[in-house]
């Protein structure tokens, strides 16, 4: 009976140090105006030496996550350090990242993006594609469909102004669900 109490003081030692540990991270949220308040702490995978990442959700299905390294936030490309990934019913709307400061960063490996807005242009399309993606919890290989105009992105500056673009573009049904999994870092 001892060695049960024992063992359930230490189970709730390391639960409560696990959200204290987290709970000083929270702080980071504050930096980006974009990210609604109340939030909580969605997931985290931080460990001992203070290293993965952090994700906190709110009520407007905003999830803005981050990677520390050392306990300190870790800098991506092109200086970019939180991602804002917007949802409504569930289908993600835009990701907009951030750097150091809070500010809009663009992605330099590509267009120098800060924010991409997605389209669900096809609906019924990409929810058969979806659901063949959910099936096989993304460990399917499909043949890339963007051709199919199903998802239509824009791409918007710093400034959140759009970015020139000769004709409109295309990713793929399986990059939107992973994106939308937020599976992509910068």
Not at 6 to 34: F, K, P, V, W
Request: hydrophobic letters at 35%; proline letters at 3%.
């Amino acid at each position: 009976m001892k060695s049960l109490l024992l063992l359930c003081i230490a189970l709730l030692n390391t639960i409560l140090g696990s959200a204290q540990s987290d709970a000083r991270y929270h702080t980071h949220t504050e930096r980006i105006a974009q990210f609604s308040k109340p939030n909580k702490l969605l997931s985290s995978t931080i460990d001992a030496e203070g290293n993965g990442s952090l994700e906190y959700t709110n009520p407007k299905n905003q999830v803005l996550r981050f990677r520390l390294l050392n306990h300190r936030l870790q800098i991506q490309h092109g200086g970019i350090a939180f991602q804002l990934f917007s949802y409504q019913n569930n289908e993600l709307q835009k990701i907009e990242t951030f750097d150091l400061q809070g500010k809009r960063a663009g992605e330099r490996e590509s267009q120098n993006e800060a924010v991409v807005q997605f389209i669900v242009e096809k609906k019924n399309e990409y929810l058969q594609k979806k659901k063949l993606i959910d099936d096989a919890e993304g460990n399917i290989d499909l043949k890339d469909d963007s051709k199919e105009q199903i998802i239509r992105i824009k791409l918007f500056d710093t400034n959140n102004l759009p970015l020139p673009e000769k004709e409109p573009a295309y990713i793929s049904s399986k990059t939107y669900w992973e994106y939308n999994v937020r599976m992509y870092w910068p």
